[in-house]
């Protein structure tokens, strides 16, 4: 099994920043691609970005392009979520998801094979 924990976030002005953490820890896998999820209260768990760890292929949701930064550190198992100009609606929580399998379907909850358990990010007006 991969468990899978995220960390850095918080409550934040409109406008203001986070840096989100995942980090991935098991036994005898190997990252595919790691993502990042966010759901609002009654709402659909949505895309935001992900990354491949060896191509190092970026994709983007539309309300994440220009404001958000995906990234990865190889050596630490670990992917980043940098979070810039922050908006009242990007109130949700913020999910770490990671593959060992080659796919194509980055932008789609059903196909992550791991979830972590979820960091709270709160933007106020």
């Known amino acids: 099994q991969v468990q899978l924990v995220e960390s850095g976030g918080g409550l934040v002005r409109t406008g203001g920043s986070l840096t989100l953490s995942c980090a991935a820890s098991?036994?005898?896998?190997?990252?595919?691609?790691m993502a990042w999820f966010r759901q609002a209260p009654g709402k659909e768990r949505k895309f935001a970005a992900s990354?491949?760890?060896?191509?190092?292929?970026?994709d983007y949701s539309d309300y994440a392009r220009g404001r958000f930064i995906i990234s990865r550190d190889v050596a630490k198992n670990t992917a980043y979520l940098q979070m810039d100009d922050l908006k009242p609606e990007d109130t949700a929580v913020y999910y770490c998801?990671?593959?060992?399998?080659?796919?194509?379907?980055?932008?789609?909850?059903?196909?992550?094979?791991?979830w972590g358990q979820g960091t709270q990010v709160t933007v106020s007006s």
């Open positions: 998801a990671l593959d060992t399998r080659i796919q194509t379907a980055f932008r789609s909850p059903d196909t992550w094979e791991y």
């Open positions: 990354i491949t760890w060896r191509s190092d292929i970026i």
């Open positions: 098991g036994d005898r896998f190997k990252t595919y691609a």
